[in-house]
């Protein structure tokens, strides 16, 4: 009779072991604005926190996908935190920047509880609780190097970009890409601007909700079908690199650059010139770090590359995945416009710079401070498309 009184009594224990361990751990959960294998803005932050779960001992994640309108009509950012604290997250990474109103929201409802809005500038503002923080990545990068190699790349002079909608974040991407594919015509191609053309289609939001947004898939179309030959996505999901691969089929000499998420040429590697992406593990791991050691301190971050390696998986908030489209000489060339960012030789955010009204961004010799740069009010003069919604 002892024998099975022991063996019930060490699975007993065992059990409260595990569950005591579990309920030492520290948990932060994570909204996302999309599906968390969308091959892009999402499935970025989703791996990132896996990641960061597996590094950091006793770290656990728990996450919420879909939160947009579309996919959950009537239910607010505040209820979806109100979800992830009933489940013990100690932490709450907001991914999207229309969660900005939401998660301020919440952060002042829970003041026991960390929160990090991703893209926002609260804590920079003064707007925010001092439990809130905001987290981005200096994607001007990524962008720039995507625009470079795009006017390396086409030969009609014609590239399209796929917008979401229109915000100041948009806008700075956008010009970011524009400065990028400027300096590669201009300063390595040495062609006239004027036979440059860099046009603008916004969609209005970050991906595709029918009956809502312009369908990515038609604007993406229309830009191959009216001669432009190299689509620059700055949307969630991949449907430029879908269309630019179904071309691709066709005999069409037709290329797309995808965003996010460095695995996204997978989708149509024989159209994919490559793909700015985050990393959001080196500044997930930061946070999370802080909170669950009891150290938090308000942060407004923007991380940019680690130029020694852009690439580097735990220090690069940013990267640039060369796609298998990418002709070699365009390659040679593109680390050596990477060298030329992070040596400070090569400089995009310098006047004379004008937007697209006319009047002055940046004055000549002038370099964009930070706040200039993440508060875009306009396109540039030079690009099509656009400024500000109608």
């Known amino acids: 009779m002892k024998k099975p009184f022991n063996t019930l009594f060490l699975f007993a224990l065992s059990l409260f072991l ?3 361990a579990q309920a030492k751990d ?39 996908d879909k939160v947009n309108p579309a996919d959950r009509p009537g239910i607010t950012v ?120 860099f046009r603008v289609n916004w969609i209005g939001f970050w991906f595709n909700i029918p009956g809502v947004t312009a369908d990515p898939t038609q604007v993406s179309q229309n830009f191959f079908d009216n001669g432009y030959d190299v689509v620059i996505s700055g ?41 700015p992406y985050f990393n959001w593990k080196p500044g997930y791991k930061h946070f999370v770090k802080m909170a669950r050691n009891g150290h938090w301190k308000q942060e407004w971050l923007w991380m940019g590359p680690y130029w020694k390696n852009i690439n ?29 960012l992070a040596s400070g030789r090569i400089q995009l955010f310098k006047g004379p710079l004008y937007y697209q009204d006319g009047s002055v961004f940046l004055r000549p010799g002038q370099v964009a401070s930070e706040k200039q740069i993440w508060y875009m009010k306009q396109l540039l003069k030079g690009m099509e498309g656009q400024s500000a919604a109608k």
């Not at 994607?139 to 590239?159: D, L, P, Q, R, S």
């Not at 691969?245 to 998420?261: H, N, T």
């Not at 940013?318 to 990477?338: C, E, H, T």
């Open 312 to 340: 580097d998986p735990d220090r690069s908030a940013v990267g640039f995945i060369s796609g298998p489209a990418m002709k070699p000489d365009v390659k040679r060339a593109l680390n050596d416009f990477i060298k030329g």
């Open 78 to 197: 505040p209820e979806l935190v109100d979800d992830l604290v009933d489940k013990g997250a100690k932490l709450i990474i907001a991914n999207s920047d229309d969660m900005k109103d939401g998660i301020r929201e919440a952060a002042l409802e829970h003041p026991d509880i960390y929160f990090i809005h991703i893209s926002g500038d609260d804590a920079l503002t003064g707007k925010a609780p001092k439990n809130l923080s905001n987290l981005m990545g200096k994607m001007i990068y990524g962008k720039m190097m995507a625009g470079f190699v795009a006017a390396m790349t086409t030969k009609t002079g014609k590239i399209g970009y796929l917008g979401p909608l229109i915000n100041d974040e948009t806008r700075r991407l956008a010009v970011s890409a524009y400065l990028g594919a400027r300096y590669a015509w201009v300063n390595v191609l040495h062609k006239d601007p004027s036979k440059l053309h």
């Open 26 to 64: 520290f948990i932060f959960g994570v909204l996302l604005v999309g599906p968390y294998n969308d091959h892009g803005w999402s499935q970025a932050h989703y791996e990132a926190a896996k990641e960061v779960e597996k590094e950091l001992k006793g770290v656990k994640m728990i996450y919420i």
């Open 18 to 20: 595990v569950v005591s």
């Open 235 to 275: 949307i969630d999901t991949t449907e430029a690199l879908v269309v630019a691969g179904q071309l691709r089929k066709q005999g069409k000499k037709v290329w797309a650059i995808p965003y996010d998420y460095k695995g996204a040429c997978s989708i149509a590697p024989d159209a994919c010139l490559g793909v």
